[in-house]
Nanobody, 120 residues
Framework: QVQLVESGGGLVQPGGSLRLSCAVS????????MAWYRQPPGKQRELVAS???????NYGESVKGRFTISRDNAKNTVYLQMDSLKPDDTAVYYC??????????????WGQGTQVTVSS
């Protein structure tokens, strides 16, 4: 059973940093595009950043220049380095991965979410 296991969330002061990790387990297959989304309280889920299998990246406007997405294909893991955090970054952060399924194509999986709170 494929699972996405997230870690690294928590409470941080404004201006601080956090690093989120998301590991794909339960499969020997590789992942295509991997991404981080977030859902602030009372708002819709939004794209934070995405990275393709050849490491092409895309960022939401509000995090450009502050967040960095990366991946380790050997570990089937995606990371999100978050710097210069602001209170508006407070949200539940979700990992998404497109896992390659032989003879099927790509199946999308989501993590359970990890809380990031930016507050003094």
């Amino acid at each position: 059973q494929v699972q996405l296991v997230e870690s690294g969330g928590g409470l941080v002061q404004p201006g601080g940093s956090l690093r989120l990790s998301c590991a794909v387990s339960g499969t020997a297959s590789s992942s295509d595009t991997m991404a981080w989304y977030r859902q602030p309280p009372g708002k819709q889920r939004e794209l934070v950043a995405s990275i393709t299998s050849d490491r092409s990246t895309n960022y939401g406007e509000s995090v450009k220049g502050r967040f960095t997405i990366s991946r380790d294909n050997a570990k089937n893991t995606v990371y999100l380095q978050m710097d210069s955090l602001k209170p508006d970054d407070t949200a539940v952060y979700y990992c998404k991965a497109g896992v390659v399924v032989p003879f099927y194509g790509i199946r999308v999986y989501w993590g359970q979410g990890t809380q990031v709170t930016v507050s003094s």
